[in-house]
């Protein structure tokens, strides 16, 4: 019975248009509101051919004032290629974030390859609320990715 469940799963259609592909036009499409005062801030980092060479590849980082709808095009990535995103509010401390968070304040990053969001973050009061911070970084901070293992692009 078990076998021909998994014979039957097997046969359907794929419907993931990422399954198989090679490369990867990459985007982070960043969007945030009422950031006023927060220290709000993004910023990437790539690792090019993590599996045979690892070289850092496009990076950078940008802060908003007061709200942001940007997207980013990161340009093609192959499936060696990892991706890591971070979101900061560097004004607000993880002991105070309840009462220094407005109620819609937030930011946010989607990553995107070949136009389908495959992973996101985001910083608000509910994710302020799960977050461990240190003595290292008393802001509220959270990363977000894919890695170069192969198929992670597609998963």
Same mark, same amino acid.
């Given at each position: 019975?078990?076998?021909?469940?998994?014979?039957?799963?097997?046969?359907?259609?794929?419907?993931?248009?990422?399954? =198989?592909?090679?490369?990867?036009?990459?985007?982070?499409?960043?969007?945030?509101?009422?950031?006023? =005062?927060?220290?709000?801030?993004?910023?990437?980092?790539?690792?090019?051919?993590?599996?045979?060479?690892?070289?850092?590849?496009?990076?950078?980082?940008?802060?908003?004032?007061?709200?942001? /709808?940007?997207?980013?095009?990161?340009?093609?990535?192959?499936?060696? /290629?990892?991706?890591?995103?971070?979101?900061?509010?560097?004004?607000?401390?993880? &002991?105070?974030?309840?009462? &220094?968070?407005?109620?819609?304040?937030?930011?946010?990053?989607?990553?995107?390859?070949?136009?389908?969001?495959?992973?996101?973050?985001?910083?608000?009061?509910?994710?302020?609320?799960?977050?461990?911070?240190?003595?290292?970084?008393?802001?509220?901070?959270?990363?977000?990715?894919?890695?170069?293992?192969?198929? /992670?692009?597609?998963?």
């Amino acid at each position: 019975m078990l076998l021909t469940l998994v014979l039957l799963a097997g046969c359907g259609k794929d419907d993931d248009p990422l399954k =198989g592909k090679l490369r990867y036009k990459v985007q982070v499409h960043v969007t945030g509101e009422n950031l006023t =005062g927060l220290g709000a801030e993004m910023s990437y980092a790539t690792v090019r051919n993590t599996l045979t060479d690892p070289k850092p590849g496009p990076s950078g980082r940008d802060a908003y004032a007061t709200r942001v /709808d940007t997207t980013y095009e990161l340009g093609e990535y192959g499936a060696y /290629d990892a991706l890591e995103v971070t979101l900061a509010l560097r004004n607000v401390t993880c &002991q105070n974030a309840a009462t &220094q968070l407005g109620a819609n304040s937030y930011l946010k990053a989607e990553i995107r390859a070949n136009g389908l969001k495959i992973d996101e973050v985001k910083l608000d009061r509910t994710s302020a609320r799960t977050i461990s911070c240190s003595a290292a970084t008393p802001y509220l901070v959270l990363v977000g990715g894919v890695g170069g293992s192969g198929g /992670d692009w597609d998963d």
